[in-house]
Nanobody, 117 residues
Framework: QVQFVESGGGLVQPGGSLRLTCAASGFTFSYYGMIWYRQAPGKERELVATISPAGGSTGYTDSVKGRFTISRDNAKNMVYLQMNSLRPEDTAVYYC??????????WGQGTQVTVSS
């Protein structure tokens, strides 16, 4: 039973910070890269950040570079997204998943991030 459970979202003012957590289970977590995605109303799901299986390599979409940091703890089967200097355009539901085709069968509920004054 593969599961991705996202948490940590909320309402924050522009310039604020949030730390998102993804708890993964049902597969050998350390074998797979992990990805944070987001989806804003009326928009396609967007890749935000990626991390390699051992955490040694990360990547970010241009709009979040320098502001967001992805990390993982393989002992806890957790992925994190530290988000700083948040902007209204970061408002979206944030999801985690693997980069594997089979991950598309197991999307979690996501966690809502709203950046507004």
């Amino acid at each position: 039973q593969v599961q991705f459970v996202e948490s940590g979202g909320g309402l924050v003012q522009p310039g604020g910070s949030l730390r998102l957590t993804c708890a993964a289970s049902g597969f050998t977590f350390s074998y797979y890269g992990m990805i944070w995605y987001r989806q804003a109303p009326g928009k396609e799901r967007e890749l935000v950040a990626t991390i390699s299986p051992a955490g040694g390599s990360t990547g970010y979409t241009d709009s979040v570079k320098g502001r967001f940091t992805i990390s993982r703890d393989n002992a806890k089967n957790m992925v994190y997204l530290q988000m700083n200097s948040l902007r209204p355009e970061d408002t979206a539901v944030y999801y985690c998943n693997t980069g594997e085709y089979w991950g598309n069968n197991y999307w979690g509920q996501g966690t809502q991030v709203t950046v507004s004054s």
